[in-house]
């Protein structure tokens, strides 16, 4: 089997709560989408998805994912997508850095591997470790009054865990905490993610601020030496997420003990192929895993679902449903995702079949 072709489509995902807020003043209405198709030479097509938190969040934007697949379509045409690892060897070659840019090649790749051995993606990865995953609602930036009322309506629609978007200053972030946290039982978990948005002091400013408080505290500094000296002035359980980049990055956090949790998105790390490679670490580390991307519609969330779901339980902290913060559907088939639980499909591939007349036609295609 080969490669034959390749179809390029964007898609705005507009934001159903309106905006979505985080640390560093940043607010989008809708995010840039990259949903792609590979085609080959049997009949059988695989779909991938990359979509990026605008340009500011990581070093990745909307159209250079576009443009990095116009870089790589000459060494994805003709080869065998059913041996993903193999072809990720030679995007890397092909392209140094760049993960997002590799990352739904990738994971058309693993969609169309599973449907050629008639698998799900995630019996392909490792296997299903129960009958569901738990996700976290992440809560947009807003006054600590604003941010406490949207942990409590999510609450009560059966999400168990939340992720307070901080990182503004130290006093507004310790009421925000404080407010959430009064909103949730104690079997509830609440992790303040920062972004990076705070310097060194003013991190150690907040944790010192809430510390009888039940919380997370998620990468609250730029770099990761910062946020290891923040670590060390708290007993908090830590998250790292924008630094933990790769397999080595994880080595590092782990013999540094700089973290307790680590933030897993497929597109920061080159597609599902290089977060198996992670999420097995991890998992023999002991280090668990919030299990997502840096965001998507339907056929995100599915890539998200299969690697969540193929997580041993005790090393899955929480995944994301990500479709379900979009205003428009791009695909049917997405994971169900109920009652702050998820599971991926059982029909072979990711299970998605996106809806053509939303996605439009291809601004670009290989041949």
């Given at each position: 089997?080969?490669?034959?072709?390749?179809?390029?489509?964007?898609?705005?995902?507009?934001?159903?709560?309106?905006?979505?807020?985080?640390?560093?003043?940043?607010?989008?209405?809708?995010?840039?989408?990259?949903?792609?198709?590979?085609?080959?030479?049997?009949?059988?097509?695989?779909?991938?998805?990359?979509?990026?938190?605008?340009?500011?969040?990581?070093?990745?934007?909307?159209?250079?994912?576009?443009?990095?697949?116009?870089?790589?379509?000459?060494?994805?045409?003709?080869?065998?997508?059913?041996?993903?690892?193999?072809?990720?060897?030679?995007?890397?070659?092909?392209?140094?850095?760049?993960?997002?840019?590799?990352?739904?090649?990738?994971?058309a790749c693993w969609d169309l591997t599973g449907k050629v051995r008639d698998a799900p993606v995630a019996d392909l990865l490792g296997g299903?470790?129960?009958?569901?995953?738990?996700?976290?609602?992440?809560?947009?930036?807003g006054t600590p009054a604003e941010m406490a009322d949207s942990v409590a309506t999510y609450r009560d629609q059966g999400y168990g865990a939340?992720?307070?978007?901080?990182?503004?200053?130290?006093?507004?972030?310790?009421?925000?905490?404080?407010?959430?946290?009064?909103?949730?039982?104690?079997?509830?978990?609440?992790?303040?993610?920062?972004?990076?948005?705070?310097?060194?002091?003013?991190?150690?400013?907040?944790?010192?601020?809430?510390?009888?408080?039940?919380?997370?505290?998620?990468?609250?500094?730029?770099?990761?030496?910062?946020?290891?000296?923040?670590?060390?002035?708290?007993?908090?359980?830590?998250?790292?997420?924008?630094?933990?980049?790769?397999?080595?990055?994880?080595?590092?956090?782990?013999?540094?003990?700089?973290?307790?949790?680590?933030?897993?998105?497929?597109?920061?790390?080159?597609?599902?192929?290089?977060?198996?490679?992670?999420?097995?670490?991890?998992?023999?580390?002991?280090?668990?895993?919030?299990?997502?991307?840096?965001?998507?519609?339907?056929?995100?969330?599915?890539?998200?679902?299969?690697?969540?779901?193929?997580?041993?339980?005790?090393?899955?902290?929480?995944?994301?449903?990500?479709?379900?913060?979009?205003?428009?559907?791009?695909?049917?088939?997405?994971?169900p995702a109920a009652g702050g639980t998820m599971a991926a499909s059982t029909d072979p591939g990711l299970g998605v079949e996106p809806r053509?007349?939303?996605?439009?036609?291809?601004?670009?295609?290989?041949?």
């Open positions: 089997m080969e490669v034959t072709g390749i179809d390029v489509y964007t898609v705005d995902l507009p934001i159903a709560e309106g905006t979505y807020d985080w640390a560093g003043g940043n607010s989008y209405a809708e995010f840039d989408s990259t949903i792609l198709r590979l085609r080959t030479d049997e009949g059988v097509a695989g779909w991938g998805e990359v979509a990026m938190l605008g340009s500011a969040y990581l070093p990745a934007f909307g159209r250079g994912a576009r443009a990095g697949v116009a870089e790589l379509a000459d060494e994805v045409l003709g080869a065998d997508p059913t041996q993903p690892a193999v072809l990720a060897e030679r995007l890397d070659a092909r392209l140094r850095g760049h993960p997002y840019v590799k990352s739904a090649l990738d994971v299903r470790f129960g009958d569901e995953v738990d996700l976290y609602r992440a809560i947009s930036q939340f992720q307070l978007k901080v990182g503004e200053d130290p006093v507004t972030d310790a009421e925000r905490i404080r407010a959430a946290r009064a909103e949730l039982e104690a079997r509830h978990v609440l992790d303040a993610d920062f972004n990076t948005g705070l310097t060194r002091h003013e991190a150690v400013r907040v944790v010192d601020a809430v510390s009888d408080v039940d919380v997370y505290v998620e990468q609250p500094c730029d770099s990761y030496e910062a946020c290891r000296a923040v670590r060390r002035q708290t007993d908090k359980p830590f998250v790292l997420d924008e630094v933990m980049t790769g397999v080595d990055a994880v080595l590092r956090g782990y013999g540094d003990d700089a973290m307790d949790v680590v933030n897993l998105k497929i597109s920061k790390v080159g597609g599902l192929t290089r977060a198996r490679a992670i999420r097995d670490l991890c998992a023999d580390l002991g280090v668990a895993m919030i299990v997502e991307d840096t965001w998507g519609s339907e056929v995100a969330t599915a890539a998200i679902a299969h690697l969540a779901h193929s997580t041993p339980a005790d090393a899955r902290f929480a995944a994301t449903d990500f479709h379900n913060y979009n205003a428009v559907t791009t695909a049917d088939g997405a994971p053509l007349d939303v996605l439009g036609d291809p601004v670009a295609v290989y041949e």
